[in-house]
Nanobody, 129 residues
Framework: VELVQSGGGLVQAGDSLKLTCTAS????????VGWFRQAPGQKRDFVAA????????YYADSVKGRFTISRDNAKNTVYLQMNSLKPEDTAVYYC???????????????????????WGQGTQVTVSS
């Protein structure tokens, strides 16, 4: 599975951005897709995930209510809509696919980057205050 990301950029606090992750090589069906982010010198943190088949969504507490993960079946694409952005959201954002879609049912597993086998190239999001 190849994951290609787009979106990101430099915005001001309170602004919105939308990230896109498109898969080639195989459809997302029966899989989950997660978004992670990594700030300089920090570990890679879980942001959100979606289980493709049923559309179940999961969020980190830090983004709940501000970020929305969604999917487009026809385009084999996952989106991360980020609203009310804060300077602490600044990071490189990655989409990823775990080896098993059911990983997302277990919080400790869906938040663990080691559970994810396929990664996008990353996209920088910078939020200025």
């Amino acid at each position: 599975v190849e994951l290609v990301q787009s979106g990101g950029g430099l915005v001001q606090a309170g602004d919105s951005l939308k990230l896109t992750c498109t898969a080639s090589g195989r459809p997302f069906t029966n899989y989950a897709v997660g978004w992670f982010r990594q700030a300089p010198g920090q570990k890679r943190d879980f942001v959100a995930a979606i289980y493709w088949n049923y559309g179940y969504t999961y969020y980190a507490d830090s983004v709940k209510g501000r970020f929305t993960i969604s999917r487009d079946n026809a385009k084999n694409t996952v989106y991360l809509q980020m609203n009310s952005l804060k300077p602490e959201d600044t990071a490189v954002y990655y989409c990823a696919v775990p080896r098993s879609g059911t990983v997302v049912y277990v919080p400790s597993r869906r938040q663990n980057p080691n559970e994810y086998d396929y990664w996008g190239q990353g996209t920088q999001v910078t939020v200025s205050s």
